[in-house]
């Protein structure tokens, strides 16, 4: 890095210029000394966005429209119609009922998924920890439904499986913060 006062050649993990003590960096005021390589090699790590990133967001919000919202319109459309002669008129009521229950559960827990979907692509640490949770979370889930339909909770485990492992490597990590 060159001075940009004295036009000295400086190396780059200088944070003051060697011959007249100019700041090289924005930071320079706050920092004495060099950065050691160490350092340098941490910062342009960190730079790169890991590639379990948007995949875990894509994951997040395609879970929000599919699982929440998608099943809110289904708990909609599934509602008992009213009979001709009006006698299901209980049913129908009791349906209504149902799509209140479904949607006052699943739409805020929609709009949760999509606020983690957004922590996860800005880089917030309790974004790390919501993933971690809702991994296990999915996988409890999956466990406890197993008998019901093997093949698919298998599937459904060896996703979640693979998807808290990418998750939960060092890289990932530290890029958030938390590890």
């Not at 349906?95 to 559960?105: I, K, M, P």
Request: with cysteine.
């Amino acid at each position: 890095m060159r001075c940009p006062h004295c036009e000295l050649p400086n190396d780059d993990e200088t944070a003051y210029c060697i011959s007249c003590g100019t700041p090289l960096t924005a930071y320079g005021g706050q920092v004495q000394g060099s950065v050691s390589a160490e350092t340098l090699a941490k910062a342009r790590e960190l730079a790169v966005r890991p590639q379990a990133v948007p995949v875990m967001a894509a994951l997040d919000a395609l879970v929000a429209l599919f699982w929440a919202f998608g099943g809110a319109i289904r708990a909609f459309t599934a509602r008992p119609d009213l009979a001709a002669d009006n006698l299901n008129y209980v049913g129908h009521a009791f349906g209504a009922v149902n799509v209140a229950l479904v949607a006052g559960f699943l739409v805020p827990a929609g709009v949760a998924l999509l606020v983690v979907a957004w922590g996860v692509l800005t880089q917030r640490s309790w974004a790390w920890t919501a993933n971690a949770g809702i991994l296990g979370l999915t996988a409890l889930w999956t466990l406890i439904r197993f008998g019901s339909a093997p093949f698919l909770s298998f599937v459904k485990l060896a996703a979640c499986g693979a998807a808290a492992w990418a998750w939960m490597q060092p890289r990932v990590r530290s890029w958030y913060g938390t590890g």
